[in-house]
């Protein structure tokens, strides 16, 4: 049979198929990613499931802490032993792709991504108008409540505004039971800066416009000001709001165990919350971020992660490893019309970013933990993924964290923040 028409068979079964490839002997190929020993295991039946058809092809997972692995990514992809294949951050793929660390697309895969999958998540998974990564999970912020604890504080309804949410965040908070009225994170940069910058947004602010910081407008000011405010009055405590390497910790605990009255956060937590909670996860909504002074609507903070391709790696591993995702990705390798790939993503609570994916899991994002996200999904703006990017967003985090401890004013922390931005973004701009 033809090389075209084995293409065209299993175009039609909803794969991606690369020319050439085919090998002569084993290759081996390795996956580095950050998910949970539960989640890895899913992965690996997966490639399990693929070497099946490519007996040819030995997939092995590795997984290191969230905190670890850009640095790993980095660190191994200088040679041909490094992983082959890596789940990265969107906001890692510009620099990744400047210093030639991760292989473009081929065609085949490129053609399929970009008439599969949304074009603002086909653009977060480009540099300069080339592909390098096969998107697979989209994360958006909302906020979340425990309706138990709204219930015992007389919070009658979820806050829409700014004013509700502070007078909220103010009933919730007991001192002496040890509770918080709104929680707050340190200690992971996307964790700080992410609820940060969804409450901007939500206040018609941005954090970058036209590739340079605007934390100096008025919108930012009045973000970091009710930061200060709800750390001033004691409605938020940053002790309570540590995270581990591996995005899980204190502020996961407290909120798990009742501790902690609102959150905002991303939803591929759901996970981690049913097994906390158990049967008292029934307790936690999901709501729009409430609205600044200056904002027009609800609005929230997205970004995207996807797989890529080691460009040190050897020609037949890169095949290998393109060929695997193409797999992983396609339309035909999960259940009922899922990817493989989302399959794994909606095990954590995940949004899966491939429109038919989308369409084959609807029934579990239509629950009441994820259609919140779901439904907040169109007015959410991107991350900005540019040059520096990660720099900025841990530099931001340092400010945010002293505001939190009450080292500087948020005054201080908006001139630092714009000052450090600029210093930064146009320093990876050159």
Not at 168 to 192: E, R
Request: aromatic content about 8%; hydrophobic content about 45%.
């Amino acid at each position: 049979m033809s090389l075209a028409w084995t293409s065209k068979l299993a175009l039609a079964a909803g794969l991606m198929v690369l020319p050439g490839s085919g090998w002569a002997e084993t290759v081996n190929i390795s996956y580095l990613t950050h998910w949970s020993p539960e989640t890895v295991a899913l992965l690996e039946n997966a490639a399990k499931e693929y070497s099946k058809t490519r007996p040819d092809v030995t997939v092995t997972v590795r997984a290191v802490p969230f905190g670890d692995l850009l640095t790993t990514l980095r660190s191994q992809s200088g040679g041909s032993d490094g992983a082959t294949i890596g789940g990265i951050y969107d906001l890692w793929l510009p620099e990744l792709a400047r210093d030639k660390l991760v292989a473009p697309a081929p065609e085949a895969v490129a053609t399929e991504v970009k008439g599969a999958w949304p074009a603002g998540v086909v653009s977060a998974a480009s540099v300069g108008g080339a592909l390098y990564g096969i998107p697979n999970e989209i994360d958006v912020y909302a906020l979340n409540y425990n309706k138990d604890l709204f219930k015992q504080a007389g919070v009658a309804a979820v806050p829409k505004t700014w004013d509700e949410f502070r007078e909220a965040a103010k009933k919730l908070t007991k001192k002496d039971a040890g509770q918080q009225g709104f929680g707050m994170i340190n200690s992971w940069a996307a964790g700080v800066v992410h609820p940060f910058a969804s409450l901007l947004v939500s206040n018609g602010g941005e954090l970058v416009a036209d590739g340079k910081p605007v934390l100096d407008a008025k919108q930012a000011g009045e973000t970091f000001e009710f930061y200060e405010g709800l750390i001033k009055d004691g409605s938020s405590d940053p002790s309570m709001a540590t995270a581990d390497a591996n995005t899980t910790g204190p502020f996961l605990d407290n909120f798990v165990s009742g501790k902690t009255g609102m959150i905002i956060m991303a939803n591929w937590w759901e996970s981690a919350l049913k097994t906390g909670m158990g049967d008292k996860f029934a307790n936690i909504a999901t709501a729009p971020i409430p609205v600044g002074p200056s904002g027009d609507k609800p609005h929230s903070i997205s970004y995207s992660w996807m797989t890529v391709v080691n460009a040190k790696a050897g020609e037949a591993e890169q095949k290998a490893a393109w060929d695997f995702l193409a797999w992983l990705n396609g339309a035909k390798s999960g259940q009922n019309g899922a990817s493989a790939m989302s399959d794994i993503l909606m095990s954590m609570g995940i949004l899966p970013s491939r429109s038919s994916d989308i369409e084959a899991h609807k029934d579990k994002l239509g629950s009441e933990f994820l259609a919140g996200y779901v439904s907040v999904l169109s007015d959410a703006k991107p991350f900005p993924v540019v040059p520096g990017g990660q720099e900025f967003s841990e530099s931001l985090q340092q400010t945010l964290e002293a505001l939190q401890y009450g080292q500087i004013s948020a005054k201080e922390a908006q001139a630092k923040a714009q000052a450090d931005a600029i210093s930064i973004l146009e320093r990876a701009a050159k």
